[in-house]
């Protein structure tokens, strides 16, 4: 089925109304995106902050009179542009098809989907299947190959692990794959779960990985490598509770952090983990470290 796109420019004031008129005029859905196509990696607990420049994006029915639309939406709101076009139907999962396709990441760690060729990956390659989904980590983002990367050069042969904010379970899943004696996937969203346990049966790793929802974190035992890859202010946060789960010697890798807010994270983890290092990609950061 076709729809109608709709797309409007206006000023952060101005969002509310415009989406309660849009909406009111038919529109199916509404989307929010910066006009200037800056982004919002973290704001602080209980904001939802927006763009000064806001563009909003609505679907209609392909029959509806979007110049009638478009006439009431300027003479009711303060608007800087307005614009529409036809939005072809098109088999949205194949043009997710095009976009995701098998990712290399280190020697020997692959990510590949299962439309993915994967005769064209290398023998002796370690391959982790995943395709894109609700929860998150398909390894495209810089924070999840950060830490693949790191498994892949530090394979965790005979070490159990805790992959905690697990998403979809692709780093519990690549560290299974990478030797993990035992490895528990630990997420507070319940797709998360799912997710992780639809992908770990899909690798054949579910005698390896535990997956539990965070309300269940008491069962854990002490771990000799903890992953986590979500933001700085949660990674802050978590820094106490994290230590609980790493035996002495233990090992940490956190990754999801902003190369400006790096220097809060180092001074928070500095005061239980020792030998940190950082490895960056583009803005984004991972810490490594030995618990003291």
Same mark, same amino acid.
């Given at each position: ?9 206006? @000023?952060?004031?101005?969002?509310d109304?415009? *989406? ?7 529109? =199916? ?6 006009t ?15 763009w000064?420049?806001?563009t909003i ?12 639309? &478009?006439e009431?939406?300027?003479?009711l709101?303060s ?8 939005? &072809? ?7 997710c ?10 020697? +020997?760690?692959?990510?590949c989907?299962?439309? /993915? ?5 290398p ?15 398909? /390894?495209t983002?810089?924070?999840? +190959?950060?830490? !693949?990367?790191?498994?892949?050069r ?5 070490? @159990? ?17 990478l030797? &993990? ?11 998360a ?6 992908n ?8 390896? #990985?535990?997956?539990?929802?965070? @309300?269940?974190? *008491? *069962? ?14 949660p990674?802050?946060?978590l820094c ?11 090992? #940490? ?8 807010? !790096? ?22 950061? +991972? =810490?490594d470290?030995?618990?003291?």
């Amino acid at each position: 089925m076709d729809f109608i796109q709709l797309k409007i420019e206006t @000023s952060i004031g101005n969002v509310d109304l415009v *989406s309660e008129v849009v909406m009111g005029l038919g529109g =199916l859905s509404v989307t929010l995106s910066d006009t200037n196509d800056n982004a919002i990696y973290e704001p602080p607990v209980g904001e939802n902050p927006l763009w000064q420049d806001t563009t909003i994006s609505s679907l209609f029915e392909i029959d509806a009179d979007m110049e009638h639309v &478009a006439e009431m939406i300027s003479k009711l709101c303060s608007i800087e542009k307005i614009e529409y076009k036809t939005l &072809a139907n098109k088999k949205w999962e194949d043009e997710c098809k095009k976009d995701f396709s098998a990712m290399q990441f280190g020697e +020997r760690l692959w990510v590949c989907p299962s439309w /993915g060729d994967e005769s064209l990956i290398p023998k002796g390659a370690v391959i982790i299947g995943m395709d894109p989904g609700l929860a998150f980590g398909t /390894g495209t983002h810089e924070t999840t +190959r950060l830490c !693949l990367e790191y498994l892949d050069r530090n394979p965790p042969v005979g070490l @159990s692990v805790i992959d905690y904010g697990c998403g979809t379970g692709i780093l519990a899943i690549g560290s299974a794959k990478l030797g &993990a004696s035992h490895v528990v996937a630990v997420d507070n969203d319940h797709q998360a779960v799912i997710a992780t346990k639809s992908n770990s049966a899909v690798n054949n790793t579910i005698n390896v #990985i535990e997956v539990i929802h965070s @309300s269940e974190e *008491s *069962s854990i035992k002490k771990v000799d490598l903890l992953i986590a890859n979500i933001l700085a202010n949660p990674l802050i946060e978590l820094c106490e509770h994290f230590v609980g789960f790493i035996k002495s010697g233990g090992k #940490i890798t956190i990754s999801g952090i902003i190369e400006e807010q !790096l220097d809060k994270v180092v001074d928070t983890y500095s005061k239980h983990f020792s030998e940190l290092a950082v490895t960056k990609k583009g803005i984004w950061c +991972r =810490l490594d470290g030995i618990k003291s």
